[in-house]
C-alpha cells in the first residue's frame, strides 16, 4: 500500500503558478530587488537639470554673440551715415581703405591719407576712423578714435 505525501510546507505559502510572482521563488532565480523610487527620481531630475542648464548656456552665448553683432553692425550704420554726411573729394572703392577726420568746423572728411602719412604739412584734423568700403556700401570700422563715440541718428 501507497504511503500518503504529507507536505511539511504550509499551503498558504506555495503556488502552482511560480512564474507569476515578482519576486524569485527558489535558489537558482534572477535577483529581483526593489527600486529605491527616490533615489531613481532624484538622479533622473540631476540628469535633466544638467541637460537643461547646458542648452541654456548654449542659447545665453547665442544671444551674446547676437548682441555683439548688432552692436557691431549698429556701429557700421553709425559711421556709414557719417561718412556720407563727409567731404569726399574722391569715388570710394570698394573693399578699400580710407580715413575719416574731423576738421576744426565740425564737419568730416574722408581722405586717403592716414595720420601717420600726412608728413610736414600736419593738417588740424582729429582722426576718427580708419574704415573699408563694403559691398553693401557700408563702411567697416578697421581703427577708430576711442573718444569718439558713432551713434545712429
Known amino acids: 500500500m501507497a504511503k500518503e505525501f504529507n507536505n511539511p510546507i504550509d499551503p498558504e505559502k506555495i503556488t502552482e503558478t511560480p512564474n507569476t510572482l515578482e519576486y524569485g521563488h527558489h535558489l537558482g532565480s534572477a535577483v529581483v530587488k526593489p ?26 552665448e547665442q544671444m551674446q554673440l547676437l548682441a555683439e553683432q548688432a552692436k557691431k553692425l549698429n556701429a557700421r550704420k553709425g559711421i556709414s551715415e557719417i561718412i556720407y554726411d563727409a567731404e569726399i ?8 581703405v580710407y580715413h575719416l577726420y574731423e576738421k576744426e568746423d565740425s564737419t ?11 608728413g610736414r604739412s600736419k593738417k588740424s584734423f582729429l582722426f576718427i576712423a580708419t574704415v573699408r568700403l563694403l559691398a553693401d556700401h ?16
Open 108 to 118: 568730416f572728411l574722408l581722405s586717403l591719407i592716414a595720420p601717420d602719412q600726412w
Open 138 to 153: 557700408t563702411w567697416d570700422i578697421l581703427d577708430k578714435n576711442d573718444d569718439f563715440e558713432f551713434a545712429v541718428k
Open 89 to 96: 573729394r574722391f569715388e570710394p572703392i570698394i573693399n578699400h
Open 35 to 60: 527600486e529605491d523610487q527616490g533615489k531613481l527620481k532624484g538622479r533622473a531630475l540631476a540628469a535633466m537639470e544638467h541637460q537643461t542648464d547646458m542648452q541654456l548656456g548654449q542659447i545665453y
